[in-house]
């Protein structure tokens, strides 16, 4: 079964894969967070966010001028009623989960992430629907035996009721294996020259003090897949190396961190370096950790992104 989302999470793309491409929404509905819209949903293609819709605007907007082409001009309008719909659905699961769950308050997320892979060279298609509970496996479509799927035993009321919906089964699989990659042949065709672009990354070594972690940072790339590894005298190194996501920036390029957990009596005496790996380069980025490289880092914080046809969990 597929790992669910996680509020902020963007899946990487590995970097030998530049032919798959992908299409799919995130929904993201809340409960106890003050501030913060109660239902969130964002489109995106190949990782680059194409509409956003929240509980606070109430309006379908798009992401990018590429796709206002692909689409007619009451596209935005038609679709804000269906997300409408849905914020409701999906406000009034929140409140039934929590009652699976015999939960009465405190913060509490429900997520689905749905879409669909291609890929350009063999042709190969595949789909997914799946749900997440407060960062937790809820339930997942499984599109080729027609049923669904949970490891939760909160979740077997939801499986039993859309198990026996066929018709609804169907409907969905059509979607995924047909309507989804039209839709998505489509936006890729039009955001072409913005989904296919290369970017090579900008790599920096950082440290808020002369006693904290140094940090390796990637940023400014595209596209999102990306290697980020420590070494020590040559070899790998695992242990002592906090990994971060891929984060999106504000310009659609990505940036990606590692933090070296060891003391800097250590890299002095030792030779550790950071090496980047990304398609864009023809050769890997390598930073050697000593005191000239690393910039004074005094406040940095990596940015974090909160991106994010519907079912009532009864």
Known sequence: MRKPFILGLL???????AVTHSYQYF???????????????????????????DSSSKQLIPRQEWVKKAVDVE??????????????????????????????DGVHTL???????????????????????????FIAFDMKNM????????GVTTKSKWDRDRILNEMRKSYLTQICIEWLKKYVGYGRSTLERKVPPEVSLLQRDPSSPVTCLATGFFPEGIVVSWQKEGEDLH?????????????GT??????????????KKDTYTCTVQHKCL?????????????RTNHGFVPSDSKSVYSSVLI
């Not at 899946?11 to 894969?17: E, F, Y």
């Not at 799946?130 to 960062?135: K, P």
């Not at 996501?245 to 504000?250: R, S």
């Not at 990505?254 to 890299?267: A, G, I, N, Y």
């Open 282 to 294: 023809k050769e890997d980025i390598v930073k050697r950790v000593y005191e000239e490289e690393i």
């Open 254 to 267: 990505f940036q990606k961190t590692s933090r070296l957990r060891v003391k800097p009596e250590d890299w």
């Open 27 to 53: 929904y993201t509905a809340t409960a106890g967070i003050k501030g913060f819209p109660e239902f969130v949903a964002v489109g995106m293609v190949d990782g680059e966010q194409i509409s956003y819709y």
């Open 147 to 154: 049923r669904w799927i949970t490891p939760s035993p909160q």
């Open 111 to 137: 997520q689905k992430r749905y879409g669909c892979e291609w890929d350009s060279e063999t042709g190969t298609t595949d789909g997914f629907e799946l749900y997440g509970y407060d960062g937790e496996d």
């Open 75 to 104: 596209f935005w309008e038609r679709n804000t009623q269906v997300f409408l719909n849905t914020q409701v659905s999906f406000e009034a699961s929140v409140e039934i989960a929590m009652q699976r769950f015999n939960q009465i």
């Open 239 to 251: 242990e002592d190396v906090e990994l971060g996501e891929t984060l999106p920036n504000n310009d």
């Open 11 to 17: 899946w990487t793309i590995n970097i030998a894969s």
